[in-house]
């Protein structure tokens, strides 16, 4: 089925087809010549590098002075690099968008893509005291290393900036200088490929001598020129000073083809084009003055007239070709775009294609078109949205993603996700692709670098707006682009409320998440920015992140605020140990003083570690109260209360606290009295320490009645205490006779059980027995029962005919088993029964 749609730029190299995609074409200023300009590019899409070429005669416009000029892929200037550092042996691109420049003194610089330097280091040892004669940049595992060629013939290697140079092993038979030399990478080993002569050497680390490997071509030649591999390393291409073209694997084990070119001028460059499907490839390009060829493992060929000069960049899909006048990429011809687009193609994706246009058109034709493919529907449908990740143009990618809508409504349950997946990114590779973004991706490209580095590249490019919008719409955070944003406009707008309003402005949208205006407020610290940072750390809400910047900015009042408003303890608590350190004491006290919570804490952390420091704190507040609480507290520890009790009783006075100073005079009078007995001829058990109830208790036990009740008055001792101390310690002694006088001596304050009571504990009856009948006439029986006085209790409880108290006597004396009283209480009850 024919049909002629989007196949102008496709050519056949047998047996496959290759096409040339049309990129957005340059516009370099007026003054780039690239003719008499050495340009290296970042692959990946990335900027390009421009300095005049040293070797050629160029006609000088303006300064004469050497500047690496640096641009997108548009042509548009990013910035450039005043060169004063020596002589530029090589230029070439890191893996992050690096500009790496080698020196003839092994020395290497290293520029971010607007020329602002960001390192430089030294390859060191032996190279960097003989001269450099080449150089090279390579990726590896390892990350982006540097290559030199030494003009004594050696090759020293350093995988990265951070690793010690690697001296390769010298040339055998080293009379013969190289004519050309290559880097390859195995993972995150590298050795070199040198072409001397007809013969190729390997030199890796490790070896004492290089490995030679010789007789690659079968025709007669006289030296290799050129040795070139492919971006994956898994390729070799060897050129011929009689342009001989060799290709096969890189350890030269198997032999694609062996071509010859024809042409006997040098190439400019040779580059293997990737697959666009897989990690292979089967095609070189090579680059001469105005010409282009491409040939084939099968040594087939392709050649096209170009301007007079070019540069070729390798990529993983493809080489990409910048002119003066152009920027195309020569691809591999994907096999779904084929099966779609080829003349006479009937795969079924074709067939779906043709369905959908003819359905646009309201054709009839729709149908039939659609029965030829409807039992591969789901195949079509799935090489259709496959097809447009490899289109660059968006009318052909819409095309074909209509197709796909339209065959995926004959799948029945047809998951949707690919579809929309695809849809997503097609529109960020095309926003990518425009002029005013200049990174012109394929879909393979972007699979392989991730969202994640294309939204740094964008943000470290400053487009902010961009990368916004391409993380939500592939759903990724967006919190740290704005804070890149941020930073950039801390770092270029002067205004310090109007950066805090636009700040917020964009941070105050609920549905960013992530966001810390700590981040930000340390970016403007570091800037000398320091009212900005606080303004920001203003309008951050959680303390614990607030809390260290304004530490390290020395804003001791507000971080103790932020960390006591905040209410963590643990937080205030290591504020207050940070400021200690760096504050003196007396400012420290006054600053804490104003925030009650951090005080106290203060005061639990000083109480804990160090008194001195607390007692320091209480003198400055004149917090009386305290002052007197500590010197207690070190009295008592010391055991000096008696010497301290004025100090202590002093302090609470000036403290206003009265209850507490009485209570210090009472105690001192109390030490001082007990002092005074202990200090008596036969003054019995030393008193020193009781409470003013025990002392009183040990008096009477003496018999120094006097004494306790002169206590007794001094110290207010309620009556009600005084009896019962001294009807204790008169049972206790089995006085009873004083015990009977002191309960004759006025009316009891106690009543008289308690009399009973500490007779019935020194089981004496007869004497409780006194005491019974001045007892309320409800307990009487109960004492009774207490004294174990049964007869008593059993009249008593007649006379109060109480049938209750009679019923449980009469249990209690069955026990005792009393024939007496059995009988005695036996006729009461009858009796009381009977009256009823």
């Given at each position: 089925?024919?049909?002629?749609y989007?196949?102008?730029?496709?050519?056949k190299?047998?047996?496959?087809?290759?096409?040339?995609?049309?990129?957005?074409t340059?516009?370099?200023?007026?003054?780039?010549?690239?003719?008499?300009?050495q340009?290296?590019?970042?692959?990946?899409?990335?900027?390009?590098?421009?300095?005049?070429?040293?070797?050629?005669?160029?006609?000088?416009?303006?300064?004469?002075r050497s500047?690496?000029?640096?641009?997108?892929?548009?042509?548009?200037?990013?910035?450039h690099?005043?060169?004063n550092?020596?002589?530029?042996?090589?230029?070439?691109?890191?893996?992050?968008?690096?500009?790496?420049?080698?020196?003839?003194?092994?020395?290497?610089?290293?520029f971010d893509?607007?020329?602002?330097?960001?390192?430089?280091?030294?390859?060191g040892?032996?190279?960097?005291?003989?001269k450099?004669?080449?150089?090279?940049?390579?990726?590896?595992?390892?990350?982006?290393?540097?290559?030199?060629?030494?003009t004594?013939?050696?090759?020293f290697?350093?995988?990265n900036s951070?690793?010690?140079?690697?001296?390769?092993?010298?040339?055998?038979n080293?009379?013969v200088?190289?004519?050309?030399?290559?880097?390859?990478?195995?993972?995150?080993?590298?050795?070199?490929?040198?072409?001397?002569?007809?013969?190729?050497?390997?030199?890796?680390?490790?070896q004492?001598?290089?490995?030679?490997t010789a007789?690659?071509?079968?025709?007669?030649?006289?030296?290799?020129?050129?040795?070139?591999?492919?971006?994956?390393?898994?390729?070799?291409?060897?050129?011929?000073?009689?342009?001989?073209?060799?290709?096969?694997?890189?350890?030269?084990?198997?032999?694609?083809?062996?071509?010859?070119?024809?042409?006997?001028?040098?190439?400019?460059q040779?580059?293997?084009?990737?697959?666009?499907?897989?990690?292979?490839?089967?095609?070189?390009?090579?680059?001469?003055?105005?010409?282009?060829?491409i040939?084939?493992?099968?040594?087939?060929?392709?050649?096209?007239?170009?301007?007079?000069?070019?540069?070729?960049?390798?990529?993983?899909?493809?080489?990409?070709?910048?002119?003066?006048?152009?920027?195309?990429?020569i691809?591999?011809?994907?096999?779904?775009?084929?099966?779609?687009?080829?003349?006479?193609?009937?795969a079924?994706?074709?067939?779906l294609?043709?369905?959908?246009?003819?359905?646009?058109?309201?054709?009839?034709?729709?149908?039939?078109?659609?029965?030829?493919?409807?039992?591969?529907?789901?195949?079509?449908v799935?090489?259709?949205?496959?097809?447009?990740?490899?289109?660059?143009?968006?009318?052909?990618?819409?095309?074909?993603?209509?197709?796909?809508?339209?065959?995926?409504?004959?799948i029945?349950?047809?998951?949707?996700?690919?579809?929309?997946?695809?849809?997503?990114?097609?529109?960020?590779?095309?926003?990518?692709?425009?002029?005013?973004?200049?990174?012109?991706?394929?879909?393979?490209?972007?699979?392989?670098?991730?969202?994640?580095?294309?939204?740094?590249?964008?943000?470290?490019?400053?487009?902010?707006?961009?990368?916004?919008?391409?993380?939500?719409?592939?759903?990724?955070?967006?919190?740290?682009?704005?804070?890149?944003?941020?930073f950039?406009?801390?770092?270029?707008?002067?205004?310090?409320?109007?950066?805090?309003?636009?700040?917020?402005?964009k941070?105050?949208?609920?549905?960013?998440?992530?966001i810390?205006?700590c981040?930000?407020?340390?970016?403007?610290?570091q800037?000398?920015?320091?009212?900005?940072?606080?303004?920001?750390?203003?309008?951050?809400?959680?303390?614990?992140?607030?809390?260290?910047?304004?530490?390290?900015?020395?804003?001791?009042?507000?971080?103790?605020?932020?960390?006591?408003?905040?209410?963590?303890?643990?937080?205030?608590?290591?504020?207050?140990l940070?400021?200690k350190?760096?504050?003196?004491?007396?400012?420290?006290?006054?600053?804490?003083?104003?925030?009650?919570?951090?005080?106290?804490?203060?005061?639990?952390?000083?109480?804990?570690?160090?008194?001195?420091?607390?007692?320091?704190?209480?003198?400055?507040?004149?917090?009386?109260?305290s002052?007197?609480?500590?010197?207690?507290?070190?009295?008592?520890?010391?055991?000096?209360?008696?010497?301290?009790?004025?100090?202590?009783?002093?302090?609470y006075?000036?403290?206003?606290?009265?209850?507490?100073?009485?209570?210090?005079?009472?105690?001192?009078?109390?030490?001082?009295?007990?002092?005074?007995?202990?200090?008596?001829?036969?003054?019995?058990?030393?008193?020193?320490?009781?409470?003013i109830?025990?002392t009183?208790?040990?008096?009477?036990?003496?018999?120094?009645?006097?004494?306790?009740?002169?206590?007794?008055t001094?110290?207010?001792?309620?009556?009600?205490?005084?009896?019962?101390?001294?009807?204790?310690?008169?049972?206790?002694?089995?006085?009873?006779?004083?015990?009977?006088?002191?309960?004759?001596?006025?009316?009891?304050?106690?009543?008289?059980?308690?009399?009973?009571e500490?007779?019935?504990?020194?089981?004496?009856?007869?004497?409780?027995?006194?005491?019974?009948?001045?007892?309320?006439?409800?307990?009487?029986?109960?004492?009774?029962?207490?004294?174990?006085?049964?007869?008593?209790?059993?009249?008593?409880?007649?006379?109060?005919?109480?049938?209750h108290?009679?019923?449980?006597?009469q249990?209690?004396?069955?026990?005792?088993?009393?024939?007496?009283?059995?009988?005695?209480i036996?006729?009461?009850?009858?009796?009381?029964?009977?009256?009823?």
């Amino acid at each position: 089925m024919p049909i002629m749609y989007n196949t102008g730029e496709w050519f056949k190299v047998r047996p496959d087809y290759y096409r040339k995609v049309e990129l957005a074409t340059p516009d370099w200023p007026i003054d780039i010549d690239l003719e008499y300009m050495q340009l290296v590019a970042a692959p990946y899409g990335g900027p390009l590098a421009v300095i005049r070429d040293a070797v050629q005669l160029v006609p000088v416009q303006g300064s004469s002075r050497s500047m690496i000029r640096i641009f997108d892929t548009t042509g548009n200037e990013t910035g450039h690099i005043l060169w004063n550092h020596g002589k530029l042996i090589s230029m070439g691109w890191s893996d992050t968008e690096e500009l790496i420049c080698v020196l003839e003194n092994a020395k290497v610089f290293v520029f971010d893509m607007f020329g602002n330097e960001k390192e430089s280091y030294s390859i060191g040892g032996e190279a960097s005291v003989i001269k450099i004669l080449e150089a090279k940049v390579f990726q590896s595992a390892a990350g982006t290393g540097v290559a030199v060629l030494t003009t004594s013939g050696r090759i020293f290697l350093k995988q990265n900036s951070n690793k010690s140079e690697r001296k390769l092993p010298d040339l055998p038979n080293s009379n013969v200088s190289c004519s050309c030399w290559e880097i390859i990478t195995e993972g995150r080993n590298s050795y070199c490929l040198l072409g001397r002569e007809r013969e190729v050497i390997k030199l890796m680390h490790g070896q004492t001598v290089g490995t030679i490997t010789a007789n690659l071509f079968e025709k007669p030649y006289d030296r290799i020129i050129k040795i070139s591999a492919s971006y994956n390393h898994q390729h070799l291409a060897l050129y011929t000073n009689t342009g001989l073209l060799w290709l096969g694997s890189v350890d030269m084990q198997q032999k694609y083809c062996e071509f010859d070119t024809g042409r006997k001028d040098k190439p400019l460059q040779i580059e293997w084009i990737m697959n666009t499907h897989n990690t292979d490839a089967d095609a070189v390009v090579i680059s001469y003055p105005s010409y282009l060829l491409i040939v084939n493992r099968n040594a087939d060929r392709s050649e096209f007239p170009y301007d007079p000069i070019m540069f070729l960049v390798a990529e993983m899909d493809g080489v990409r070709i910048i002119t003066q006048s152009s920027h195309e990429m020569i691809q591999r011809l994907p096999k779904c775009v084929e099966n779609i687009f080829a003349v006479n193609s009937q795969a079924p994706a074709s067939y779906l294609f043709e369905a959908q246009k003819k359905f646009e058109e309201k054709s009839y034709k729709s149908d039939e078109y659609l029965s030829m493919c409807r039992s591969n529907i789901e195949l079509a449908v799935n090489e259709c949205i496959e097809a447009a990740t490899y289109e660059f143009c968006p009318e052909t990618q819409k095309s074909l993603m209509r197709t796909a809508y339209f065959g995926k409504g004959f799948i029945p349950s047809h998951n949707p996700e690919e579809y929309m997946h695809i849809l997503r990114i097609l529109r960020v590779l095309n926003t990518l692709r425009h002029e005013k973004i200049a990174i012109p991706l394929t879909y393979k490209q972007f699979s392989h670098l991730k969202p994640d580095v294309i939204l740094s590249r964008l943000v470290f490019r400053k487009h902010y707006g961009v990368a916004i919008q391409v993380a939500k719409h592939l759903k990724l955070p967006e919190s740290w682009i704005l804070e890149h944003w941020a930073f950039h406009k801390i770092m270029h707008d002067p205004n310090d409320n109007e950066v805090a309003r636009k700040i917020t402005e964009k941070f105050k949208n609920p549905s960013i998440e992530g966001i810390s205006y700590c981040n930000i407020a340390e970016k403007a610290h570091q800037s000398g920015r320091d009212k900005l940072a606080i303004i920001l750390l203003e309008m951050e809400p959680r303390a614990s992140l607030q809390v260290p910047l304004l530490l390290k900015m020395e804003e001791f009042e507000r971080a103790v605020a932020s960390a006591t408003q905040s209410g963590d303890t643990e937080l205030v608590t290591s504020v207050l140990l940070e400021i200690k350190k760096k504050m003196m004491l007396s400012n420290f006290h006054m600053l804490i003083r104003n925030y009650p919570l951090a005080l106290n804490i203060y005061k639990k952390i000083m109480s804990e570690s160090s008194r001195t420091a607390l007692y320091d704190i209480y003198n400055t507040e004149d917090d009386h109260k305290s002052i007197a609480e500590y010197h207690f507290n070190n009295a008592i520890d010391s055991e000096g209360l008696e010497s301290n009790l004025s100090l202590i009783g002093n302090s609470y006075s000036q403290g206003r606290c009265t209850v507490e100073a009485e209570l210090c005079a009472d105690m001192a009078r109390l030490l001082k009295m007990q002092k005074t007995h202990a200090n008596k001829p036969n003054g019995g058990e030393s008193m020193s320490g009781l409470s003013i109830h025990d002392t009183m208790l040990q008096l009477l036990e003496r018999g120094e009645l006097k004494e306790a009740e002169k206590m007794k008055t001094d110290y207010k001792v309620p009556d009600r205490r005084f009896w019962w101390m001294r009807i204790l310690t008169l049972a206790k002694k089995h006085n009873w006779t004083e015990l009977e006088k002191f309960s004759k001596s006025k009316k009891s304050p106690i009543g008289y059980e308690p009399f009973v009571e500490v007779c019935v504990q020194q089981e004496n009856a007869k004497e409780a027995q006194k005491y019974i009948a001045r007892c309320p006439d409800q307990r009487k029986v109960h004492w009774y029962m207490r004294a174990n006085l049964y007869d008593e209790a059993i009249d008593c409880a007649f006379e109060q005919r109480d049938m209750h108290c009679l019923y449980e006597l009469q249990l209690k004396i069955r026990v005792l088993r009393d024939q007496g009283l059995i009988e005695k209480i036996g006729n009461a009850i009858a009796m009381l029964e009977a009256r009823r």
